[in-house]
Structure formats: structure tokens, C-alpha cells
């Protein structure tokens, strides 16, 4: 089945500091891979995706993302975090092939000290 | 503006009630989903729908149903039957499901709580 493991529960890192959400996935054929970030009380807002080609991704508010094929992960990275990157990080894989749905991880919740 | 709203953002429900949340579209998307979000187990879908008229169901159908009667809208029931239900519930859509790379948005949520 696919799936995504998201396996820290917290990331705290100094704001000004490099940041990494960490995701690793399990499928059967080609990857689909997504993130989504979700502020307090919010819905989910999408960051970036990984479809074919480049295995750097480049998404919104300066994030982006590694796809590594041998190591099965597709770790979320931003150079420099700011506090207000602070929120709920999720990752996510497409279930079936030619159906859109999304099978998530359990999400990170990241805070950015100042 | 174009988009996915939710209503009501805050429902109450007393035992035994059935209650309906709102989703509704602008965006011209074929496929509408609902997940529910509980604190530490991610999102799980409830349903989904890939065009008028015909829906499927998710990992957690139970005591929750739908109605897919116009392009624009995803109405969802959470029925009595559903002995849990307090939670966040999220409204999502897409074009075309076979696609698949295209991206899933999501409304604002709503939260709903029993008392």
C-alpha cells in the first residue's frame, strides 16, 4: 500500500537556522509526493509536489524539497527558518494510479525559536 | 475570489443529532474530498467524489454520508451512527482525477464538537 512515515513529532530549530521535516515514503511504481503546511486553525495549504524530473523541488515561501529515490525519503528543507514558519507540517503520497487521492503522514509540528 | 469554502466553521452537536457540514467550490474542480483530522493521526478520508452523482468511500465511511448533486458542491452528514465525532473536518478539491499530478487544495476547515 502506499504510504508516508513522517517519523519525528516535533522539530524545534533556532529561527536563522537550516530546517528539515523529514519524510520517507512506500509505494509500488512511481512516487507522487507532496507537502502541505497548516496553521493553527487553518486549513491545509500546499507547498510544493514531486512529480517527475528534477530531484531538487522548489515550492512556496522559499521552501523545497529532496527526492531520493535509493533512500525512499522526500525531506522538506528551508535554508533559513523564520518564526512564523512555525506550524504543522505534513507530507503526502497519491494512493492509485489515475485516482487523485492523498494518503498523509502524521504530520511534524515545527517551531522556530526566536 | 475563487476558492473552497466551509460552513460553519464552529457546529455543535447533542447526541443523537444528525448534523451537515458545507463545502462548497468555485474553482471548476471535478473531484471533491472530505478528511477528518484528529490531533496526531494526520488526515483520513471520508469520502470522496470524482463527478456529479457518484462518490466513493474512504477509510473511515462509517456513520458519515455524502451528496453529489451539483459540480460545486460536497455536503457532508455526520449521522448519530457516528459515535466519535468530534474532530476538525476539511473540505478538498481537484481537477481531473486522473491526473495525477494535479494538486489537491483545501478549504478552512470546520470544527465540529459534541456536547
Known amino acids: 500500500a502506499q504510504s508516508v512515515a513522517q517519523p519525528e513529532d516535533q522539530v524545534n530549530v533556532a529561527e536563522g537556522n537550516p530546517l528539515t521535516v523529514k519524510c520517507t515514503y512506500s509505494?509500488?511504481?512511481?512516487?507522487?509526493l507532496f507537502w502541505y503546511v497548516q496553521y493553527p486553525n487553518r486549513g491545509l495549504q500546499f507547498l510544493l509536489k514531486?512529480?517527475?524530473?528534477?530531484?531538487l523541488v522548489k515550492g512556496s515561501y522559499g521552501f523545497e524539497a529532496e527526492f531520493n529515490k535509493s533512500q525512499t525519503s522526500f525531506h522538506l528543507k528551508k535554508p533559513s527558518a523564520l518564526v512564523s514558519d512555525s506550524a504543522l507540517y505534513f507530507c503526502?503520497?497519491?494512493?492509485?494510479?489515475?485516482?487523485?487521492?492523498?494518503?498523509f503522514g502524521k504530520g511534524n509540528q515545527v517551531v522556530v525559536i526566536p | 475570489d475563487g476558492g473552497i469554502t466551509q460552513s460553519p466553521k464552529y457546529l455543535f452537536r447533542k447526541e443523537g443529532q444528525n448534523v451537515t457540514l458545507s463545502c462548497e467550490q468555485n474553482?471548476?474542480?471535478?473531484?471533491m474530498y472530505w478528511y477528518r483530522q484528529d490531533p496526531g493521526q494526520g488526515l483520513r478520508l471520508i469520502y470522496y467524489?470524482?463527478?456529479?452523482?457518484?462518490?466513493q468511500k474512504g477509510d473511515i465511511a462509517e456513520g458519515y454520508s455524502v451528496s453529489r448533486e451539483k459540480k460545486e458542491s460536497f455536503p457532508l452528514t455526520v449521522t448519530s451512527a457516528q459515535k466519535n465525532p468530534t474532530a476538525f473536518y476539511l473540505c478538498?478539491?481537484?481537477?481531473?482525477?486522473?491526473?495525477?499530478?494535479?494538486?489537491?487544495?483545501f478549504g478552512e476547515g470546520s470544527w465540529l464538537t459534541v456536547v
Open positions: 478538498a478539491s481537484t481537477f481531473t482525477p486522473t491526473g495525477v499530478g494535479n494538486t489537491i487544495y
Open positions: 509505494v509500488s511504481g512511481n512516487p507522487y
Open positions: 514531486y512529480i517527475t524530473g528534477d530531484n
Open positions: 503526502a503520497v497519491r494512493v492509485f494510479y489515475g485516482n487523485n487521492r492523498l494518503a
Open positions: 474553482l471548476n474542480h471535478d473531484a
Open positions: 467524489s470524482q463527478i456529479v452523482n457518484d462518490f
